[in-house]
C-alpha cells in the first residue's frame, strides 16, 4: 500500500484551506472507508484511492460551480493518477466513485468502491463532527443559525442557502437512509441519533 501513503502526500500539498474539505475531513473519511473496506471485503486501494482524491477539487457552497466539484475532482484525480501507474481499469473504478459520490449528484454508485466513498463521506456529514462542520460552514458564509419564526422547518420547506439549521432537514437528516453498506448503514444510524438528541435540546433551548 505505499502508493497510498505516497498519493496522501500529494493530496496533502493539494488541499485548500476549506474548514469543512480540508486535509482532516480527507483523513475522518479515510478512516471510515477503511472500517467499513475490512467489513465489506472491498479493494482497499481503489476504495482509499478514491478516498483522497474525492475533493480535489472543492467549491465553496455559494459558488455556482459547487455541484460540479465531485465531476471535477473526478477530472483531476485521472491526471494525479496516471503519475502513480495505476491501470487504465483502476483509473475508470477510481474516478467514477469520485463522481458520484456527492449528495447533489443523487446517484447510487455503480460499483462497491463507490458505494464505500459515498458511506464513508456522508458519515464525516453527521453525529458530532457533522454538527461542527455545518455550523463552520455556515459561519464562512455569514448565514445565520435559524429562521427565528421557524427554525425547526414545521411549516415551510427547508433552504440551507439562507439558515445554516435547514441544513440538516435538506440533507444530513436523510442521509441514514441513503447508505449503500450494512456497516455504513450502523455507523449513520448511531450519528443520526446524535443530530436527533442535538436538536431536540436545542428546541428546549431557544423555544
Keep these: 500500500m505505499n502508493v497510498i501513503h505516497l498519493l496522501k502526500q500529494e493530496v496533502h500539498d493539494l488541499m485548500i484551506n476549506d474548514t469543512a474539505h480540508d486535509f482532516d475531513h480527507i483523513m475522518r473519511v479515510f478512516k471510515n472507508a477503511q472500517n467499513i473496506c475490512r467489513k465489506e471485503n472491498a479493494n482497499e486501494k481503489l476504495v482509499l484511492s478514491a478516498v483522497l482524491l474525492h475533493d480535489v477539487i472543492s467549491y465553496p457552497k455559494s459558488d455556482k460551480r459547487s455541484?460540479?466539484?465531485s465531476i471535477k475532482s473526478a477530472e483531476e484525480s485521472k491526471k494525479i493518477l496516471k503519475k502513480f501507474n495505476f491501470t487504465k481499469e483502476e483509473i475508470q473504478i477510481i474516478s467514477d466513485a469520485i463522481r458520484d459520490h456527492s449528495f447533489s449528484r443523487n446517484v447510487i454508485p455503480a460499483t462497491l468502491e463507490g458505494?464505500?466513498?459515498?458511506?464513508a463521506d456522508r458519515l464525516d456529514a453527521?453525529?458530532?463532527?457533522g454538527i461542527a462542520r455545518v455550523f463552520a460552514v455556515g459561519g464562512s458564509e455569514k448565514r445565520p443559525f435559524?429562521?427565528?419564526?421557524?427554525?425547526?422547518?414545521?411549516s415551510r420547506p427547508p433552504n440551507d442557502k439562507i439558515w445554516t439549521l435547514d441544513h440538516f432537514y435538506h440533507k444530513l437528516l436523510k442521509l441514514e437512509s441513503l447508505m449503500n453498506t450494512k456497516s455504513g448503514k450502523i455507523e449513520a444510524k448511531k450519528r443520526t441519533r446524535v443530530l436527533k438528541d442535538f436538536l431536540n435540546e436545542l428546541k428546549k433551548e431557544i423555544q
Design 146 to 154: 435559524y429562521n427565528v419564526k421557524d427554525p425547526f422547518c414545521k
Design 115 to 119: 458505494k464505500i466513498l459515498q458511506d
Design 67 to 69: 455541484k460540479l466539484s
Design 126 to 129: 453527521i453525529g458530532a463532527i
